[in-house]
């Protein structure tokens, strides 16, 4: 393609240059030929002779021929040619003996009214100079164009090959288990650095999953190993005490009671990794969050009496955001769970709803114990307990599945103090 527009250019350059000069000629041949049938009056041959005799004395750049009409030169300073009216470009010089000039002749000739022809013509010489001039321009400038494109190529080769190979080098590195390693970014904004910032995202989305793999295993591997080996002590006991089928079936079915508790944090553990997989965000749709909260308000409001807390809600209709139903009812129904699990009788607990033009804004509060300010990041954590003992019912999971869900959805979960008792805080990005 640069070829190709090279030659195009050199093809437009070389045909206007030459025309101009050839337009040149053909008007200074034009009036000089006027002039000279002027100069003779319409006196004849003999008139012309006379004049052309000067001319060829007076202006030796001109050519001038005159012929009578068998094809006799007559005067001026060329050789015989064939007699053509018009403009003419005679290719071989048919200048006399007497004299010589590089290139060929352009002229105009004219046939006169006794038979005799009457030309005059000037040398293409500085037309053959141009064309020329200017295919040896082009030809330099395409050979200095030539090299200066290889050696920007080879430039531009080394350092692409220099940028890949320390891609190569970080990618090696990871490979061999040091995911802490990030390609340099430059700064200068070009594809590598795009691809760059794409590739250490990838690896910091990576690092965080193998870290939360690792905590989940390492939770597993300390949260896990009490109940298991309650559950064995238990079966255990009852092989070497009970004696009787009433007993046996009763240590049998608080040993299922204990597994059951154990499937359910397997169940709940594996929900988490799979949202902090991402995978559920390619079904988000349009969820009415106004009437889910009322929903859940309302399941949970007999529970509430049943406490003697009171459950209040103070919901703005027609909010929406765009998410997984099922996983916000999930994220929702747990703070709410929470509230009416771990408050005393006579909390107030409040779900609440609004919007302003940039957020959908939601909260759960209760006014009770709280969560100390110490504790508030670490009960995000999984199978993190503020109980210690652990003899109350749970698996220290619930606000690890919430964060986990608020995160996929891009909203912001804050804990803070409802003065007194705890306030979640759920707060959605509306779109722009």
Request: aromatic share 4%; proline share 3%; glycine share 10%.
């Amino acid at each position: 393609m640069f070829a190709v527009s090279v030659l195009v250019l050199f093809g437009i350059v070389m045909v206007s240059a030459t025309s101009f000069i050839a337009r040149q000629i053909d008007r200074t041949v034009a009036s000089e030929l006027a002039e000279v049938q002027a100069d003779a009056g319409g006196g004849g041959q003999a008139a012309l002779r006379s004049v052309i005799d000067g001319l060829t004395r007076k202006s030796p750049g001109i050519f001038y021929l005159l012929q009578d009409p068998a094809g006799t030169v007559v005067a001026g300073n060329m050789e015989a040619i064939r007699p053509q009216p018009g403009l003419r470009t005679l290719t071989r010089t048919r200048q006399a003996a007497s004299r010589h000039a590089a290139g060929g002749i352009r002229g105009q000739g004219v046939v006169l009214p006794d038979g005799s022809y009457l030309f005059v013509g000037l040398s293409d010489f500085e037309l053959g100079e141009m064309r020329e001039a200017i295919t040896r321009a082009f030809t330099i400038g395409l050979a200095a164009t030539v090299l200066l494109a290889v050696a920007g190529g080879v430039a531009m080769s080394v350092a692409v090959l220099r940028r890949i190979e320390a891609i190569s080098g970080i990618s090696r590195g990871i490979m061999l288990g040091d995911l802490g390693q990030r390609i340099p970014l430059r700064g200068t904004g070009d594809e590598f650095d795009h691809l760059s910032a794409s590739l250490n995202a990838m690896l910091d989305r990576i690092q965080g999953l193998m870290s939360g793999l690792q905590q989940v295993s390492n939770d597993i591997a300390h949260d896990l190993r009490t109940p298991l080996t309650r559950l064995r002590q238990r079966l255990e006991l009852a092989r070497r005490r009970e004696a009787t089928v009433d007993g046996l079936q009763a240590a049998v079915d608080a040993a299922i009671e204990q597994t059951d508790a154990i499937l359910d944090t397997f169940a709940a553990l594996l929900r988490i990794a799979q949202i902090e997989a991402g995978s559920r965000k390619s079904g988000f749709s349009a969820v009415d969050l106004s009437g889910l909260l009322a929903e859940l308000s309302e399941a949970y409001q007999v529970a509430a009496e049943e406490k003697g807390q009171v459950l209040v809600a103070a919901i703005t209709p027609g909010l929406y955001v765009r998410g997984d139903r099922e996983l916000l009812m999930l994220l929702y129904s747990n703070l709410i769970d929470n509230a009416v699990r771990h408050a005393p009788a006579g909390t107030e607990i409040r779900v609440e709803a609004s919007a302003d033009p940039a957020r959908v804004r939601t909260c759960v509060a209760d006014t009770g114990a709280g969560i100390p300010v110490a504790y508030r990041d670490k009960v995000l954590q999984r199978f993190f307990r503020l109980e210690a003992s652990r003899t109350t019912p749970g698996n220290g999971l619930g606000l690890s599945l919430v964060n986990a869900i608020a995160t996929l959805h891009g909203a912001g979960l804050t804990l803070a103090d409802n003065q007194p008792g705890l306030r979640c805080q759920v707060d959605f990005s509306r779109p722009g």
